[in-house]
Every structure is written in C-alpha cells, then in structure tokens.
Nanobody, 115 residues
Framework: QVQLVESGGGLVQPGGSLRLSCAAS????????MGWYRQAPGKERELAAG???????TYVDSVKGRFTISRDNAKNTVYLQMNSLKPEDTAVYYC?????????WGQGTQVTVSS
C-alpha cells in the first residue's frame, strides 16, 4: 500500500518560514520524481517545486529564491523549505510521487500566510 504523508503545514505571518515534510512508503522512493503541488481556493493545482531522482530541481517562478525542495532517500522523505512566505502562498500543499505513468498523491497540508 502506497502512502505519502505530509506534515509541517500551519499558520504563519508574512515573511515567516515553514518546512513541509512528506514521508513515503510502499514505493521505491529513490526512483521517483517527487513534487510539491499547491492549490489555492478557486485556482488550479500547480507544481510549486519538483526534484528528480538525481537531485535536479525545478520551481515555479513565483517561489524561486524563496522555496527549496530536497530529498533524503535514506529516509524516504522529501522536504519543502519555504522562506519569506507571502499571503499568495496560502494553499493546500500536496506531495506527489511519479514514476513513469504511475502517480501517487498525499492527502495535503494547509499552509496559511496571514497577519
């Protein structure tokens, strides 16, 4: 059974930081492309950050320089360090694992940036 379990979301003030974690089980983690998607109310889900099996990363323009994605294959965990958070970063953040055409999703964690 595949599980992606996110943690680390919450309420933070503008300019603050959060670190999201996604613990994976039931997959060969090291072979998977791992991504953090986000979906704000009334908007489509978008890929915020992704990392492939050899550590090459990609970011949506709006988070470049503020977010950092990383992975620990020994712990089957992917992280998203989010700094200088803005109200427009408010969304549900979903962990995603992809290997070929096989895709798995976590349940999501809410991130709210508000004063």
């Amino acid at each position: 059974q595949v599980q992606l379990v996110e943690s680390g979301g919450g309420l933070v003030q503008p300019g603050g930081s959060l670190r999201l974690s996604c613990a994976a089980s039931g997959i060969i983690f090291s072979r998977n492309y791992m991504g953090w998607y986000r979906q704000a109310p009334g908007k489509e889900r978008e890929l915020a950050a992704g990392i492939n099996s050899v550590g090459i990363t990609t970011y949506v323009d709006s988070v470049k320089g503020r977010f950092t994605i990383s992975r620990d294959n020994a712990k089957n965990t992917v992280y998203l360090q989010m700094n200088s958070l803005k109200p427009e970063d408010t969304a549900v953040y979903y962990c995603n694992a992809k290997y070929g055409v096989v895709v798995f999703w976590g349940q999501g964690t809410q991130v709210t940036v508000s004063s």
